[in-house]
């Protein structure tokens, strides 16, 4: 009893734990709602502003909010969890889940959507929000914290990434020209779409902060006839890289280099970076600035590409704590403290929140289709918490919860930029 | 003697004011520069980075930076004008200039750009800084200060702006899709292009908050077919803008109001604000937003155009005195004070910079034939006051010192915005 109210007190804490009375008649729960954990979940639910979703409980019993069609049904095993749940609710939902604790029916991206929906609107406690500013509290991004941060999630082997990233390899928001494209040829536009708006000209060079599997430093390389220098410190992907530049016979145009960005040396007459800031943290951005101007000097050009956010906020806490340790998606003006202190002219900003959305869900239709490999590879509860990220992803996207910038710079007065935008749809 | 040290030591206060012997035989020097003025203003040019600009004293006396073809010369007609400009260039200046005290012989924007890169090399120190941030505190603001700000720039009469702003009467920044546009033909196409971009489509409602003198308002209206209730605070513009709706016979569709952006009341599709922001003070921008929030609801969208910077900084401080008082320009972080607070979804940020450059060059050619009329509205110093402020702009722009941000933005999670921007670029 003294844990189950301190739990509530936790999740709700700027309502005062109710007498259980004071429940019995209240017109918003459902009816036959009756056992105590069943009436705190109720109360869970109203305080998020009563979402479209069913529970149905370990004792058989069944809580929604009255009178609305539920999108979902979701199945709690056992009370210990759903007091997880209710205690901290942004973390142990997942885990459950993953943990194969909980099931749900229906669509997991539409109960995922309005859990972002529903907790947005529900008030913010001020003990709440300490509470995650805490748990947001990211795993510092030194040098060596970096390495370990990136080895957690991107050196889970190379032979897993490639069942569901399609052809490219390319694990970041590609580009849609067309609702109808398939995935390689979004992550090929992207590419494209990046290329062009960097305008890059046969013979120039380019610095890539993060490569990944190295996909588009190839395609530069390719496509537009420039030697690319790319950075990453994931030890499994640039061997990964590397074998592909040397199967193409383009070793000795695209380099890649086992480093940190803090480390780049030598000038380029462009700079990009696809995917790496989420991993970088805020408190760098001005020295990545910093990096990025000595590399390009006064006539240079950049791209930088990253997930962000609305406003500044912290990265949902189950992600940062299973999925990407350390990472954390900037709001605009934090992207800023990386050009503004080192006079950069913003030229262009492209929101392609729609696009991550319709990536996640290929990525997310191509795991499927391969989860009983995963489950091979790794366990049940691998695969779940995989889905979960995916998942919730496509929610983060649909909802605005995640936004995707992508920022075009200069130094401020290179003026050899083109006038207008037209050049990246001309056909 | 004393007044003089004094002088020096506001302009150049890390430098502790040298003796005489000094000066003797460093190379940089010009050589005949003998006198304590010239030697001033030779170690003035020293301290701006040296640059090519020769100026010739009162006395005779030629002062420039040893070896280099001077871009202009500038006459300078007395001690007390040179005085004036060593202990506060950047007012007394342009100052000078209006005041026919100074002559520019070689081009106005050529020297003026080679006076902004110059005082960018050179290093701030604190002194100048903190005197710089005490002369940019802006007029404030408040309704009633807004009113009277707004007066001193825009009410000095339709007909002196109706000399060089071109047919549209936009005293905003054009938009040129090729090079050889004219004025018109740009002013046009940036009004389209503000269109296309929020989609505007037949029977929709636009509220405009700031419309000069009604152009946009009446091409949304005729090319668009909505509804527009157009803000302003400026009584000349808005009785030229009602004149013109009605003698287009738009009275219907397109409403005038005189009142502030603050008192913006009623649900509108979309938000457009064109040239206002500069006006509006950093302090004032979260309100703003909640304006716009309230005015499109959760379905809506928005444009925002406006003059920034690539960092945060004062307005050049003559521009602030004598033209612009209570004027800012915000770096793109602090624009994000507006969108931020209330999640919207930035959705794309174009940097018209260089579009701006070239409608300054075009109302400075169209200013320089009409001046002869100009004088006789006002006088001489008024003229060389106004083709200051311009160049002054253009040199502004093309250095980016000034940037151009246009901004589109909507409700966090209003997902009918269009995946691509191609639509804009559609013949």
Redesign the interface.
Known sequence: MNALDESVNRAVPSQPAAAPEEFADRPSLAAGTRSLEGRMLARLLEYLGNPPLEFHLWTGERVAPPGIAPVARVRVSSRATLLGILADPQVRFPDAYSEGRLEIEGDLVQLLETIY?SSRSAPQPSTVRRLAERLRRPHVNTLSGSRDNIHHHYDIGNDFYSLWLGQTMAYTCA???A?EATLDEAQAAKMHHVCRKLRLRPGESVAEAGCGWGTLALHMAQHYGVKVRAFNISREQVAFARERAARLGLGSQVEYVLDDYRNISGRYDAFVSVGMLEHVGVDNYEALGGVIARSIGPRGRGLIHSIGR???APLQPWIEKRIFPGAYPP???EM??I???W?????????L???YAQTLRHWLELFESASGRVREMFDEKFVRMWRMYLAGSVAGF????L?L?QVVFA?????E?P????H??AR
Chains 1, 2 share one sequence.
Do not use: I, K
Request: aromatic residues 14%; hydrophobic residues 30%; charged residues 20%.
């Open positions: 929906h580009y849609y020209p609702p609305s406003q500044s709001a605009l003006s800023m403290r050009f503004e202190p006079e950069f002219s913003v030229l262009d900003v492209e929101n929140r729609l696009h649909t909802t605005g919860a936004q910038f130094p401020r007065d290179n003026n930029v006038m207008t935008r037209e990246l749809y």
